[in-house]
Every structure is written in C-alpha cells, then in structure tokens.
C-alpha cells in the first residue's frame, strides 16, 4: 500500500501517519518526492480497507493499493492453468473447448428433453436449463423449481450430458446439488455472499457469473469466496457488462478473457446469449470467445424460441445452432484445441 | 407493446405476428406506415417478456414496450405520495426530514452507544449500523452478526432512535427483524430475489438500495417484489450508480430524485457516503439531496474513522456531522420542511 | 510515479528499471516488499505517458501515477478560488449564483429577444442560445450562423444580458468572440484540442463543457490546454455523463462541485437541461446544484418548447423558469449567497 | 414515431397532439390502448427532434422513435456490403482481412522507415502512423506535423505499404489528404462535425473511430455526415467505450462487428491496442475479431516500445506482432478469407 501526502502536509502528519502503519502491523518505508512524500507500507495488506481508512487523516491525499487482494484465484500463487470436471466426462479447461447448451428454461419434460437431443446431436457437451429463475418482475414465470431439476436429470440420463442449472438461495443449494453436475451462480447474485459461502461447501463445481457492473477484480474476490470455504472447481463465466450501448443487451466484454488468463488459473467459459441479447449476434461472439481462448460457451438454444417462457429473444434455433457449431469447430482447430 | 416490422417484410410475416398476438391474448393492431408497419398489441403487457419473444419472428425488427412493468409501486395506481412510519415516532415521506446516521458496522458496545448519542445530538432521528456486513473480501470483516444486533438495540434504548440495519441472507430475516425497526437490503442484494420476497413477509419497515448497475424500472421492479408479497413499507435509497469516473467511489445520481417522485409513490432516501465514498463530498451531496427533495439521508459517522473496520474514508467525524446538520436545516427549510 | 514490479521480478529486471528511470532524469528509489518491490521515480511526472511506457519493460506489473497531470487548473498551484467577468457587470465565481438562460438555438429574432426578455425578468444575468449548432444528424437544423450571432448581440443590447454561445470550429472562433461575451466549448468538441488552443488565444471567457465520457481529471486537462494558452477565464460545465440509465438522457454528476472544488480554484457551472434532458427534472436539479455549492446555472428555456427545433422535451416554460428562480433565490440565501 | 399518452390524458389532450403532428405533415393514427392511447406519426422522421419535442405537450409520457436516423449508411438502402480502396492495392471490405500496423506517433525517419519494413515483413498491408496526436496534456508531445507526413510518405515509397494518419483540425485537412491515402477521424473527434463535414470532401477514403461513449446508432450517425458531404469511402473503426472497468483502457465491444454488419454496408475494423490499453491483449483480441467477421486491424507496433514517446504500454513489438499475424492468418482461413 502506498500513502501519498498532500502537497502540504507536514513533518507532523506525516509521523501520525507512520506511526499509525506500525500500529497496524505493517513497516512504513517513506519516499521525499520534489512535490509531495509518498510513504510505502511493507506487509500483507489483503485486509486493505483498514489501511484505506487512512485516507481520512490529516494530510493525506490518498492510499493506493498496490497488491491484488485475491490469493486462491490468483495466478501468483497457482501458476499452472487449473481444470475443473464436470460429471464423469466433462473438463473444462482442457484441449477441448466445452460448450454448454439448451434453453434459458426448463418448461416441460418433452421441452427439455428434445432441447438436450438437438444440441447433443450438434455437439455440445453439456446441458444447460433454468429449473429456478431470477426474474426481474414478480409477475415473470420463476421457473419449475425441483419439477424442473427433475426434468433436467432425466434429459441427462437420455443423454448422457452432465447439466448445469442456476441456484438462487442458500436454502435450496442442498436440493439443487442433488441433482445437479454443475451449480450457476447467476449474474445478479454475484456478490450474495451468503450464497456463495454455502455453495463453496457443496462440493460440486461452480459456474460463476459475473455481475452486470462487476469489475474482474471483484470477479476473483467473488472465486476467492467459493475457494475460501473449500471448493475449487470455480469456471468463470463472462455474460457481458452494462453500458451505455443500447443496441446489445449487455456489452461483451471479451477482453475479459485474456485478462483473467493472466490474472488467475480458473477456467473461463462465456455467455454470448445474455451478453449480446439477440440471436443474430451469438454465433460471431461464440467464435470470437474461441479465438480469444475462451475454454467454453455457454449458449442458449430453444426449440421454439418465439414461444418460449423467457429470453427469447436471444435463443438460438437448433438449426442455427448446429450450423454456428459447424464453424465453431474450424476456430478451435485454428487455436490447435477441438470441440 | 408496439412490434416494428423490418422495411422489406411482406404480408405473410405481419400475418404470423397478428396470429402469435391473438395467441397471447392481446388485440393487435396495424399501422401501415411510409417504410414499415407497426403492430400495436392491446392489452396489459406486465408478463412483457413473452411478447419480447416476438423479436424472433421472421419480419420482426424490434419490440417496443410501452407500459411500465411495475403496478403497486406505480404512482399512477397510487397518485398520493406513501409515508413509512418507522418505529413509534419516525415517519419518512412527511414534512420532516429523516437523517438516519452511525457508523458502516457495529465493532462494540461503546462505539455503537457513543455513535448513537452524537448522532442524535447533532439531530439525527434514526440510527444505522451493519451488524451482518457483505464484504468484497471474504477475508474483511464480517460483523458481529447478532451480538451486533443486540448492541444495537442497547443503543436504540438508551437514546430512543430507532435503528436501520443490513439483512443479507434469507435465512437470517427472522432474526434481524425480531430486532431492528428497519432492514436494509443492501445494494449488491438488490437483485437477490429470495431475500426479497423474504422481507415482503416480515413485517418491518425496509430500505431498499438500488443496485450499482440497477436502472430505475428494475429498483421499482425489486420494490415491487417486496410490495407483492404483502409489505407496503418500502423507502427506495439511491447510493450511487457505477460509472467510468473514478474521483469518486461512485456516482451519486441525485436526478434519481425527481425521476423517482414522478413515477413512484414511495419515499426516497439519499446515501452521500457510499455513494462518493470520500468524507469530503458528503455535506455538499446532502444539502443537494434535500434541496432536490429527497425524504431523507443515511449518512456513515464513525467516532474515529481512521480506526474504522470498514469505510473509513468515507465517514464523518462527529463535529464535520453536526456542522453538516445546522447547514442542512436551512436548506430543509427552504424547501418549506425540517429536520 | 510508482512502478509495481511483478512477484516474481529479479534483480536485473529491477537494475534495467532503475538504469531507464534515471535516463528520464528521474531519481530512483528501491522499496523491498514482501511479495514485490515497487520503486519511486522521483521528479516531476507531468509529461506521465513516458514513464508509462516502462510498463511495457520485462518484470514490471505496472506504473502507477502520483501527481496529477495538470498544474494551472489545480487548486495546488493557485489557492483561492478564480472569479471569471463576463461582460462589464457579470462575476462567476462570487458571491452571487450566476443564471444563464435561454433557448437552445436562435431560431428568429423575435424569438431571441423575446426569450431574452422574460429570462431577464425572472432573474437571469446572462443569456444563452445557440447559433452554430452541433447536432448529431447531418439533417438537423444546424443554426442561423452569424445572423443569429448578430440577433444574440441585437437581445444583448436591448436587455444588457451578456450572452455565452457555441463554437464548433477554429476557423470561426474570431467571428464568435467579435460578437459574443463567453464562448462555449459543447460536451462533443471538450476534447477538440485544435479548438481548445484557438480558443486560448482569443481574449474572451470560456464555458467549458465536460464530455460525455469525461473523467474529471481530464476535465481539468482540457482547462489545461485553454489556460496553457494564455486565457485564464475558464469556467468548467458539468452537463451530464453518459451512463447505463436511460430514465435520464444523462447522468448529472453533482458530485463533480464538491471534487472540482477541492481540485481546482476554477469555478464551476451546472447544465441540468442537457443534465435530465426532460422538463420536469430540470427545477430540482438547479436547486440541488446550489445548494451543493456551484458557481453557476444554465438553462434552457424557451417561449414555446413544443415548436423549439432543437431540445424541445429538456426546454422550461417561461412561466415554470420564473417559479424555480423564485425557490431557487431560497436555496442560494440559505448558502449564504444571492441570485 | 410513436407518441405514448399518459394514463390520465383526456380527448382535449389527444386532439391537440393530433392537431400537432398534422401540422409537422405526419399523419396521425390513433391506438385506443387499455390504460392509455398511443398516437403513431406516420411520415419520414428523419428529422426527428421535431417531434420529439412533443414530449413537453400536456398529456404526453414519452415519444419513441421507431426508424433509425441514418440513410447513406443504412444497409436497407444499399444492401451489399461496400469495399473501400485504398491505394492502388488494398480493398476494405474483401476477403482479404487487411491488417493496418505501424507506431503510434511518427518520432523520426529512422523509427517510421524500420517500422513500416518490419510490419510489411510481418504480413501487413498497410501502414499507420501519426503526425498530429490529439493528446489529453498540453505538454505531451504533439507530433511531428508536416514533417511527420513526409516521413510517412518516404515509408509508403520505399515499402509499397499505403498509409493512414489521423487528422485533427478542418484547417488541415486537405494537407494532410496531399500527403496520405487514407484519414482517421480519432475517437476524440468523432463527432466534431466540423472536421466530418471537411473530411467529407476531400476525396480521400476515411477511417472513423468510434467515440468512446458513442452509441452505434450515433456512430453511424457520423459516418453519414461524411457520405452526404459525398464521400462514401467510409471505414468504421471500433476501438474500445468507456466503462467502469479498469482492468483494460477501455472495453473493446467486438459485439459491434455483428451489429454493424447487420445495420450497415460499410466495412469494419478493429483497434485492439487503444481498445485493450495493454500489450499483453491485443493478440487474443486479433484473433476474435477477425473470427467476429471484421473487415480488418489496426494495430500498434514500435521498434522500442519502452522508448516509444506515446502509447508504449499499448504497442507489440516487432517479433511479438509477426507471431501474431502467423496465427491471425489460420483464424481467417477459418473463417473462408486470408490476409
């Protein structure tokens, strides 16, 4: 952590200043600048915001962290990119690009199961399916619940495609494991840190999702939950941030994939379907995510997307879908990795 | 809803749309313009996201909602704005300001006691502090959980300010509501919707924050999740928006105010000291918020701020607080109000 | 300037670091810390970008400015706060909030001085309108050109307004400031840098405007580049910034008076008509813009805002400006300053 | 255009807006909707602030505008994709992805010349480089100017590698357009229409960023104020918004290549070194936009980045860049096009 001192500041404040570092444990190390001193504190600084309550002493303008405050997600201390199973079959992280697929919701048995043939038959290697869902309206449909985990078992047993399906509070993340290979954390509870506490004791792997105005530092420390209580199998998910741009849904920020492969070891999948919002967008974003390194897609595909009960707008058609994983496949062979 | 043909889209699309319209149970509705058509479809359009499916029909450039999705919050169900009565003697939404002040969490009894009497010293009516803290870090602290809540309502007590505290989890409403006057649900749960359906049954008074990526339909929209389950007693806060400006910790967006008293009926409350994060701009930002007529102000004091376990920069100190508060009285007066 | 070295940085990483600082004509300085080094570079950083180039060396995480970039704005350099004379009789910056009003083109002379005269009457000291006009369509109205320069001159004179109007280009900055008593530079052209020297020179005051996406830092560089030329009178122009809401057509950023007054002696202005873009905001935000302390207002207000051809939905009546000018007087006397 | 009544507008309310809309020469038509009636205009509306201003009438909620703003750029008007030449030998818009590479700032005849040898050895068809740099400090380097130009000339003669520089001034741009085969309008100048109208005429194909809180919509608009000044050799660039994050300069919204692709005939290119602010992304983002369907690159490259006098952080070196278009080359093959 780094204090530096208002153009002013004096011999005085400046010792209330080291010496309240020492207090806090850390050693104070002081530079004197041509304008101003700058006063460097040498220790562990992780729990950052109490040395960050220096900003409110005298004569200091402000407190620059300097080290990042996740350590488990972090590629300092794992350096070898981790890989994250899936059921008995799935890797995620591996010379495979996995690409989950189905619909934005699990509406009937006969729904689900022609959604996980269709993409299996396309190539995908996982199901997705929303058995509880966030809905932004109370009056939206909120999902079939433990029906639809149900379902979302039964396609898998037809199929053979370990699924992934979104938990939304705490209470229900025993009932959801139960069923489920994979756990979602969606984008809204990001940050319910109650819900990622339980869901890192569940010990089933975890699709995060990144929140809506969530910086990638917040993304790790929102890992570093999850890791912290136990469970490492963490996947990253991207689903696109929210600007300004209006003609997508969110923005996809797939930046974010190369920043996170040097910032941690987790493995990243993304989501073009919530990213852009619209169908016609989502199969030059599933290549992009490949050719960027993305290690997965997450893809929503409805078989009657006019009638579905939510996010229509962005499912793929099954033949649309099949023909974007057609392609998709030459862009992982031009990164030397398969489908 | 209005749905926007594409320019070159013939007969047979606009048929298969009037068709799925009818389907939905709304009346549709042609106007044939000079480049396209447009379809209106009659009827109420809260569940919109079914007809937003239409985007996926051949034709179909984009679908436009018109009605707002939110009814119990609305002001045009409800035209008199709301007052939410706090404990026995607090009413947010009348001709007095309510400033709700203390620090950002509980770390013991003398703190939370002393905080409680400054602060109602220099004319605060309610008292605030977090005794379950969402922290980015999970390494940061957490709070003191309910003996936090106790100390709290020792404080209350002793002062007779009724208190405010944050509830993060399902799981532990019963027991935040058993003893504080009003919970808060926190802007990183302002999207968890098991929590707040949770609260729409608990009885307490709640404040909601809005989200940091939250447009002002969804805040209405997650009022509306609590409204519906029974509890009218909601005060929307607006504690800063996330944005690319980085002088402040956020943007504290005080056009919320009126835009909120145009479409709402509920009481609006202002958070200057997470929504700049900066000690500095917290008195200017609350002479704004009341002067735009904002109901009230949450605002953090700390008896010793660089002592703070968590947003310390951002806390006033006692004497800055009361100075703040002989200011705003002129200002509340001006506005033909008082503290 | 602060360079983080990367955990794993040797000493010749560090040496070849240490050797570039000191070929910048900087002194180094070495702080060993648990996990990394960072080192000092000691000397004046304004011309940053190079040392920002060390990040692209071998070893180094990154560089981390200290000092702000700009120096005649800053409020380091020059501590008491600028007063800017606008005509023979106006002062922005003292005692007295300054109200500049008007419509936002000149459309006719009658409409010019009409306007003229009914702002005068309720209070303004300044009148605005445009005459080249920046609109975002090719087939837009564009504005009256130097006619409705010389009807912005004609309203001047038979009502003593001083008047404040746009400039779009270098080449016609010495046309504008012939007629004009304070030349705007609009959000779009904030860094037009061609245009910000030209204006330099021109020996009139300026109403800078921040852009859309503006930090306030860079805000103050374009200041920077005004005064760099010679031209003191800068008086900065919050006007919105571009966020994720659209409830608003931008994000008025109040927070931006209480950081540029701790920042720079420059005084500063508040746009809420460009700010809500919508009527029925503009009145609060005026009064919180006061009491949150600026300098300054401009408003837009026309005669007849329903057949404005420009910025009609953002326009007051001048029936509702003379109300808020009236409540607006409250708020001003309350912070111990007059209209 | 659409005009939403409020739920409480009467028949007095309804007949003058229609009153109003005969008189702009819409004609109206009228929707009896459930809880309010919306009004359509129907007609041309380009020219749509006009109507807009509608929204200040008694009665009126909101005005939505249904057709998009621009013609020239539209691709309902032309619907095949536009190739742009430049040079003798390069086309925009081909199958030949075209890849722009060069330094960001001329520094010398040495530094341009072994520049433009090493990109064109790497497989790059273009050369970029700049003469006049808009630069946020008055007291950065500016750029070499005329002399600049003439350095990029020398470089263009002795490799065949046409080139494009950024022009920031109306006043200068038919020297720069002597010099240069193609123009960039910068970020900061995207809608400075004076410089668009100029650049309009001068003959010479133009590269137009993207402003970084610019909207497509405003983007295209733009594009059409240089095509209706005649010139139709208009090449989009995306090159990073703004937004919260700060992991990266700027967030680069490949999401912007589809969109585009599907609103416009104009060809499309990406910037991954301003949109990534960072050397170690521009790869990875190479890849993905090129997988995306971009048309082409513009990228970054110096001899010395450490000593380069601008944008160092940004810039790949020579081996790192040749690396880079060797796999750049199996992603566009993948994609049925070459380099």
Redesign the interface.
């Known amino acids: 952590m780094?204090i530096?001192m208002k153009?002013?500041a004096g011999k005085k404040d400046r010792d209330e200043v080291v010496k309240?570092i020492k207090e806090l444990g850390y050693k104070p190390?002081i530079?004197?600048?041509?304008?101003?001193d700058?006063i460097?504190a040498?220790?562990?600084e992780?729990?950052?915001?109490?040395l960050?309550?220096?900003?409110?002493?005298h004569g200091v303008e402000s407190?620059?962290p300097?080290?990042q405050?996740?350590k488990l997600a972090s590629s300092?201390v794992k350096h070898e990119p981790s890989q994250v199973k899936v059921g008995d079959s799935v890797v995620i992280g591996g010379s495979r690009v996995v690409v989950m697929a189905g619909p934005c919701s699990v509406e009937s048995e006969e729904q689900i199961i022609e959604s996980a043939r269709l993409v299996k038959e396309a190539g995908a290697t996982m199901l997705r399916g929303g058995a509880f869902k966030?809905?932004?309206?109370?009056?939206?449909?909120q999902g079939l619940e433990e029906e639809g985990l149900k379902m979302l078992a039964k396609a898998r047993d037809l199929t053979g495609l370990p699924f992934v399906t979104e938990v939304?509070?705490?209470?229900t993340v025993d009932l959801v494991a139960d069923y489920a290979d994979m756990l979602q954390i969606g984008a809204?509870?990001s940050?319910?840190?109650?819900?990622l506490?339980k869901v890192g004791q569940c010990g089933k792997p975890i699709l995060l999702k990144r929140?809506?105005?969530m910086?990638?530092?917040?993304f790790l420390?929102s890992a570093?939950?999850i890791m912290?209580e136990g469970n490492q199998g963490v996947v990253l998910c991207e689903r696109g941030?929210?600007?300004?741009?209006?003609?997508?849904r969110n923005?996809?920020?797939?930046?974010?994939?190369?920043?996170l492969?040097?910032?941690t070891h987790l493995p990243v999948v993304i989501d073009p379907s919530h990213?852009?919002g619209?169908?016609?967008?989502v199969a030059?974003?599933c290549?992009?995510?490949?050719?960027?390194?993305a290690d997965g897609l997450i893809v929503e595909v409805h078989p009657d997307?006019?009638?579905?009960?939510?996010?229509?707008?962005q499912?793929l058609k099954p033949k649309k879908f099949a023909a974007m994983m057609q392609?998709l496949r030459?862009?992982a062979?031009?990164?030397g990795r398969s489908l």
Chains 1, 2, 3, 4 share one sequence.
Do not use: C, W
């Not at 940050?191 to 819900?195: D, E, G, H, V």
């Not at 941030?241 to 997508?248: C, G, K, L």
């Open positions: 780094i530096v153009a002013g309240r190390h530079i004197h600048g041509t304008t101003r700058v460097g040498i220790g562990d992780r729990a950052k915001l109490v960050q309550s220096l900003e409110n002493m407190v620059v300097i080290l405050p996740y300092e966030p809905r932004t309206s109370p009056y939206s449909f939304i509070n705490p209470e809204r509870n940050q319910n840190f109650a819900l506490k929140g809506m105005a910086t990638i530092q917040e420390m570093e939950y912290s941030i929210r600007t300004f741009e209006t003609a997508t923005t996809l920020d797939l930046s974010a994939i190369p920043v492969k040097l910032k990213g852009t619209n169908y016609h967008y030059p974003m290549y992009a995510a490949v050719a960027a390194g997307p006019e009638r579905a009960s939510s996010d229509g707008p499912s392609k030459l862009f062979e031009a990164d």
